[in-house]
C-alpha cells in the first residue's frame, strides 16, 4: 500500500480512540451510579416502611428506576454502536477514495496518465481534493520538465565551456562552434557574423546553407540585437516592427531571433537563426545565449592573450620584432643546425635626422624602413628591431651570395621609397655574418654581423658587406648593382663610429 494512504488511515483511527474512551466512561458512570440509587432506595425502604404497602411503593419505584436507567443505557449503547458502524463505514469509503486519488495523482507525476482537470466533475469535496491532486500533479510534472530542460542546458553548457577551453585560437573557436550549432541547433537555419578590428564591418564567419538565413547586416551599428545588447526575436518578418532585413528573404516571410555575441563587454556580433513565419525558434534560445556566452568569453580570453604576446614580442612602434624574440628564433634555427644568414642594418647619420627634422620624423624613417624590408625580405625572413635606429634580419637557408642580393635590394627598394615620399632622404649600412650548420656561437655571430656593418660605414655607407675570415684587409668583390659596392670584412676588432 501506498505510505501516504496508511498514514491517513492511521489519523482516522487515532481521531476515533477518544469517541470509545468517551463512550465507555458514560456507560461506567451510569452503571456505577444505577448501583448507587438502588443501594439508596433498599435503605430508605428499610428505614421508612412499616407496612406492606408503603414497602410495595417503595420497591415499584425502585423497579421503575431501575428499568429507566436500564432503557437508557441501552439506547446510549445502541447509539454508540451505531454511530461506530456508521464511522466505520465512511473510514471505508474515505480511505478508499484518498487511496484511489493518490494512486492517480503518482500515475499523473510518472506519466502514465493524462487528464485535463478542467473535465472532470465536482460531486463532493473529496472529487475536489482529487481535482487539487492531479492540478498539483501537472504543477509538479511542468516543474520537472523544465528542471530537466535546466539540465540538460547546464550540461550543455559545461560541454561548450570544456571544448572552448581547449580551443588556442579563434579558429579553434569557431569550428567548435559550428559543431555545436550542426548538433543543437538547425544549422541549414543559422549563421554566425562577427565584426573586424575597427568594428566598422560585420562579416559572416559561419554560413548557413539555407540562403534564407544568411543576414545581409553590414556593420554592429545597424544590427538591433548588437546595438540593444540583447537577445531580440521576430515572430514574422512581415510584422510592422520586424527588423528590416527578414523582408526579401529568398525563402519568403520568416521568424527569426538574433542573440548578441559579447566579447570583453562590448557587443560585436550577433548569432542569427531563422523559423518558420509566426514560428520563432524560442526553444533553441537558451542554448544558444550559452553558446554565445561562452563564446564570448573564450574569444575575449584569446584576443587578450594575443595581444600580451604581441605586445611581448613585438616593437610598439615598428610592428617588427623585438631583440628578445629575435634571440630565441636564432636560437631555434641554431638548434636545428640549418645554414642561415644574419645581417645587422643600421640607418645612416641618423641622430642628424633627429636633430635636424625633429623625432616626429625620425620615427616616420624608422617605420617606413620597416614596411621597405618587410616588403622586400621572403616571409620567412625574421625581421627584428633590434634598438635605436638599428635593425637585424635572419635568412634561413640563404648563402652569402644569396643574402647580398636580397640585401642589396632591401638598399635599392629603400632609395626607390625615399624618392617617392615627401621627407628627407636616408640610407642605410648593412653587415652580413653567415653560420654554416651551427658553426660559431650566437654571440659570435652577431658579433661578425656588427663588424661588418661598420666596416660598411667607414667605407662610405649606403652598402653591402659581408664579415670575413680573418683577412687582413677588405676585399674587393664584384658589384651586385650600379649602386652597391660589396666587400668582404675582416673579422678583426674595428673602432665603431657613429652613424
Not at 559561419?206 to 544590427?223: A, L, Y
Not at 661598420?454 to 662610405?460: M, S
Request: aromatic residues 4%; neutral net charge.
Amino acid at each position: 500500500m501506498d505510505p501516504r494512504g496508511t498514514r491517513l488511515q492511521i489519523i482516522f483511527l487515532a481521531s476515533l480512540a477518544p469517541m470509545a474512551l468517551l463512550a465507555a466512561a458514560f456507560g461506567l458512570g451510569t452503571f456505577t451510579v444505577l448501583r448507587q440509587v438502588h443501594a439508596d432506595l433498599d435503605q430508605v425502604a428499610s428505614a421508612v416502611a412499616q407496612s406492606h404497602a408503603e414497602r410495595a411503593v417503595i420497591a415499584s419505584f425502585a423497579a421503575r428506576a431501575t428499568v429507566r436507567w436500564l432503557t437508557g443505557l441501552g439506547l446510549f449503547w445502541v447509539v454508540g454502536s451505531a454511530t461506530l458502524v456508521i464511522q466505520v463505514l465512511a473510514y471505508r469509503r474515505f480511505s478508499r477514495r484518498i487511496t484511489r486519488a493518490a494512486a492517480r495523482a503518482q500515475r499523473i507525476l510518472t506519466g502514465e496518465e493524462e487528464v485535463d482537470v478542467r473535465d472532470l466533475p465536482i460531486r463532493d469535496p473529496l472529487d475536489r481534493l482529487e481535482q487539487k491532486l492531479e492540478e498539483l500533479g501537472g504543477e509538479i510534472r511542468e516543474r520537472r520538465r523544465r528542471l530537466e530542460s535546466e539540465t540538460r542546458h547546464q550540461q550543455l553548457g559545461a560541454q561548450i565551456q570544456q571544448a572552448l577551453a581547449m580551443s588556442e585560437s579563434e579558429a579553434e573557436v569557431l569550428a567548435v562552434t559550428e559543431r555545436v550549432l550542426e548538433r543543437g541547433v538547425a544549422t541549414a537555419r543559422g549563421s554566425l557574423l562577427l565584426a573586424d578590428s575597427s568594428r566598422a564591418h560585420m562579416h559572416t564567419i559561419i554560413s548557413p546553407s539555407d540562403p534564407c538565413g544568411v543576414c545581409p547586416v553590414e556593420s554592429p551599428s545597424r544590427c538591433p540585437a548588437v546595438r540593444a545588447g540583447r537577445t531580440v526575436i521576430y515572430p514574422s518578418s512581415s510584422d510592422l516592427d520586424a527588423c528590416p532585413r527578414l523582408q526579401g528573404r529568398p525563402g519568403g516571410p520568416c521568424s527569426a531571433a538574433c542573440v548578441p555575441v559579447t566579447i570583453m563587454g562590448h557587443a560585436v556580433g550577433v548569432l542569427h537563426v531563422v523559423g518558420e513565419d509566426g514560428a520563432p525558434p524560442v526553444s533553441e534560445l537558451l542554448p544558444l545565449e550559452v553558446l554565445t556566452r561562452h563564446l564570448g568569453v573564450r574569444i575575449g580570453m584569446i584576443r587578450t592573450l594575443e595581444t600580451a604576446q604581441l605586445q611581448a614580442e613585438r616593437d610598439p612602434l615598428t610592428g617588427l620584432l623585438n631583440r628578445r624574440t629575435l634571440t630565441a628564433r636564432v636560437t631555434e634555427i641554431m638548434a636545428a643546425g640549418r645554414t642561415f644568414s644574419f645581417a645587422m642594418l643600421d640607418l645612416d647619420h641618423f641622430k642628424r635626422l633627429n636633430d635636424t627634422a625633429g623625432h616626429e620624423v625620425g620615427d616616420q624613417a624608422l617605420r617606413r624602413f620597416a614596411q621597405v624590408i618587410t616588403r622586400t625580405l621572403r616571409p620567412t625572413d625574421v625581421i627584428a628591431r633590434y634598438g635605436g635606429e638599428e635593425f637585424a634580419a635572419v635568412l634561413p637557408d640563404c648563402n652569402e651570395q644569396n643574402a647580398l642580393v636580397a640585401l642589396d635590394r632591401v638598399r635599392q627598394a629603400l632609395a626607390a621609397s625615399c624618392a617617392r615620399a615627401l621627407g628627407p632622404t636616408f640610407t642605410v649600412s648593412v653587415g652580413v655574418a653567415t653560420s654554416v650548420h651551427g658553426d660559431m656561437s650566437i654571440d659570435d655571430l652577431i658579433l661578425n654581423a656588427d663588424r661588418a656593418m661598420y666596416e660598411a660605414k667607414r667605407a662610405g655607407r649606403d652598402r653591402v658587406v659581408i664579415a670575413g675570415c680573418g683577412a687582413p684587409a677588405p676585399v674587393v668583390v664584384a658589384d651586385a648593382s650600379p649602386v652597391a659596392r660589396l666587400t668582404l670584412a675582416p673579422a678583426a676588432d674595428r673602432a665603431r663610429e657613429p652613424g
